[in-house]
Nanobody, 128 residues
Framework: VQLQASGGGLVQAGGSLRLSCAAPGRRFIQSPMGWFRQAPGKEREFVGVISRSDRNRKYGDSVKGRFTVSRDNALNTVNLNLQMNDLKPEDTAVYYC????????????????????WGQGTLVTVSS
């Protein structure tokens, strides 16, 4: 595991959380980076992605307008963030950060199969 996700926890509905993911290594600076989540008994779901260029972002329909993906390419480490506002109980899941090996400068990808490196996940629980 080369990606380290953090920031999960318990929050009430309507609250906010900020997840972070550290991706050490120059190759991640050249990678589109994404967030996915998986709730118990459900398939992994696309949450959001940011392009290698930092110019493009794409979000899943269920989080659009509430979640924001950002990245900070500092020296040889990418710090990927997911700001989550107006959280709902249905946002409860384990959240994973991931890095794609696609080389497109502005590309953004929704398919988990486009991602080759994954973090260990961080649990977000939203109470009603």
């Amino acid at each position: 595991v080369q990606l380290q996700a953090s920031g999960g926890g318990l929050v009430q509905a309507g609250g906010s959380l900020r997840l972070s993911c550290a991706a050490p290594g120059r190759r991640f600076i050249q990678s589109p980076m994404g967030w996915f989540r998986q709730a118990p008994g459900k398939e992994r779901e696309f949450v959001g992605v940011i392009s290698r260029s930092d110019r493009n972002r794409k979000y899943g329909d269920s989080v659009k307008g509430r979640f924001t993906v950002s990245r900070d390419n500092a020296l040889n480490t990418v710090n990927l963030n997911l700001q989550m506002n107006d959280l709902k109980p249905e946002d409860t899941a384990v959240y994973y950060c991931a890095a794609s090996e696609r080389q497109s400068w502005d590309g953004v990808y929704r398919d988990p199969n486009d991602y080759s490196t994954w973090g260990q996940g961080t649990l977000v629980t939203v109470s009603s």
